[in-house]
């Protein structure tokens, strides 16, 4: 019946669509395709409306770019589809005098942002001895293609079974005060009266981390740096200094049922990974979904499952080798990203998804759109600008889109202006 529908609906409005495709064609082609910042970028777009079924434009949408943190749209369905309601903290097991625990890759443990800890708190209260067990983790600390260079930025923390603090240190500095969180690191401070601003970093190979700051500036500075988190002896010390309890290394672990613990709501993670684009939660949301389903932690098992199944459909299959988009390994097409966001709207509440991503004026797109309803993720890197979402019109049609764009050589702000304002021309004109 609902086939049948899309049917009759698509032929009433035959020629509208039509219509529609010539003007937004036109639009493209005096906003965006012809004009600085686009005329030398490599450029898709696909603009597609569900209720009809109707592709109102397409301009090389089968054709594949990096899509750089649009790449989290579909890290998004998998934990949608795969997570449940809440995320799983870690596998446990006990017996009369001891406590197994093996990591499945939740990374609000000791994180900030997120006050629930069950897992903390299992771990605190038990009167047993609490031992280590270590996970399969078929995954490095760092995804496929990602810089080496930028081992100490805040976006590229690393990735393990059991992430504390969200993998980074928390540096605060001012005037002679200054902390670095865990206080299990040491922090080497020095003065340099020449600085025009205050620098963080870490030994390239070693947690050792440096700050360095001009004396006559009295500001409040606020910095993470990722730290090194090796092996599972480091990871055990780092529980120790935390618990303040003596923690053992499961040599052979017991075969007894392991028991799931389950940890914050899902979409608490979702949102703050879509709004402030966070590399880190996503790349976790990977890993969880395979420790969920085989108690194997690997990226690339969770992708080429849902590529194998769930995301069959797509039109085009992609290169898909991370959870985050910083990945330049990442290969998509505008239709992929169309079929996909259509995929979500079919099997998850609207509402749901219209909290999770970004809309105008808020997160990545603070800037962006605040005249129109756009639900849409960003994505950024050097020379990459993307959009992809779903658009309200003024007359409530619902579209969902994807503008790639690629090696431009202008600033990435000229680039999402002229995104902006093709989309904005759809949404007041229809």
């Known amino acids: 019946m609902k086939k049948l529908l899309v049917v009759i609906i698509s032929i009433l409005t035959g020629g509208s669509v039509t219509a529609q495709v010539a003007a937004i064609k036109k639009w493209a082609e005096a906003e965006l395709l012809h004009k600085i910042p686009?005329?030398?970028?490599?450029?898709?777009?696909?603009?597609?409306?569900?209720?009809t079924g109707k592709y109102w434009y397409q301009y090389q949408d089968n054709k594949f770019f990096t899509?750089?943190?649009?790449?989290?749209?579909?890290?998004?369905?998998?934990?949608?589809?795969?997570?449940?309601?809440?995320?799983?903290?870690?596998?446990?097991y006990e017996n009369d005098t001891a406590l197994f625990v093996k990591g499945m890759g939740d990374p609000s443990f000791l994180h900030p942002d997120y006050n629930y800890q069950p897992l903390l708190q299992l771990l605190q209260q038990t009167a047993k001895k609490i031992y280590l067990v270590q996970g399969?983790?078929?995954?490095?600390?760092?995804?496929?293609?990602?810089?080496?260079?930028?081992?100490?930025d805040d976006y590229q923390p690393e990735l393990n079974e059991w992430p504390m603090y969200g993998n980074?240190?928390?540096?605060?500095?001012?005037?002679?005060?200054?902390?670095?969180?865990?206080?299990?690191?040491d922090?080497?401070?020095?003065?340099?009266?020449?600085?025009?601003?205050?620098?963080?970093?870490r030994d390239e190979r070693n947690n050792l981390f440096y700050l360095k700051y001009?004396?006559?500036?009295?500001?409040?500075?606020?910095?993470?740096?990722?730290?090194?988190?090796g092996s599972v002896q480091e990871l055990r010390q780092r529980l120790e200094d935390t618990l303040h309890k003596r923690i053992g290394l499961a040599v052979i672990p017991p075969a007894g049922n392991y028991t799931v613990l389950k940890s914050i709501p899902a979409d608490s993670l979702?949102?703050?990974?879509?709004?402030?684009?966070?590399?880190?939660?996503?790349?976790?949301?990977?890993?969880?979904?395979?420790?969920a389903l085989w108690d194997t932690i690997s990226s690339a098992r969770t992708i080429k499952y849902l590529l194998a199944g769930d995301l069959k459909s797509l039109p085009h299959p992609p290169q898909w080798e991370d959870g985050s988009g910083l990945s330049r390994y990442n290969l998509f097409t505008p239709r992929d990203f169309?079929?996909?966001?259509?995929?979500?709207?079919?099997?998850?509440?609207?509402?749901?998804?219209?909290?999770?991503?970004?809309?105008?004026?808020?997160?990545t797109m603070k800037n962006y759109y605040q005249q129109q309803k756009v639900h849409a993720k960003t994505g950024t890197l050097n020379g990459v600008v993307a959009l992809s979402g779903y658009l309200e019109t003024k007359k409530k049609r619902t579209l969902v889109f994807s503008v790639l764009v690629n090696n431009h050589h202008e600033s990435a702000t000229s680039v999402r202006r002229a995104v902006e304002r093709l989309l904005s021309m759809v949404s007041a004109a229809y």
Request: proline letters at 6%; hydrophobic letters at 40%; glycine letters at 6%.
């Open 136 to 152: 399969v983790n078929a995954n490095q600390r760092f995804g496929p293609g990602w810089s080496w260079g930028d081992y100490a």
């Open 38 to 51: 686009m005329e030398q970028a490599h450029v898709g777009i696909c603009i597609y409306e569900p209720a």
């Open 67 to 92: 899509p750089a943190s649009n790449t989290k749209i579909f890290s998004l369905y998998a934990g949608l589809k795969l997570l449940g309601d809440s995320l799983p903290a870690a596998r446990y």
């Open 187 to 201: 922090l080497d401070i020095m003065e340099d009266d020449t600085l025009s601003e205050t620098i963080t970093s």
């Open 338 to 363: 169309v079929t996909v966001l259509t995929l979500m709207r079919e099997q998850f509440p609207q509402e749901r998804l219209w909290q999770i991503f970004p809309t105008g004026g808020r997160g």
């Open 270 to 291: 979702f949102i703050p990974m879509m709004e402030r684009s966070d590399n880190f939660f996503a790349e976790q949301t990977l890993m969880m979904a395979s420790s």
């Open 214 to 229: 001009n004396p006559k500036d009295k500001a409040l500075e606020k910095a993470e740096v990722p730290f090194i988190t």
């Open 168 to 185: 980074v240190v928390r540096i605060l500095h001012q005037g002679n005060n200054n902390s670095i969180t865990p206080a299990f690191y």
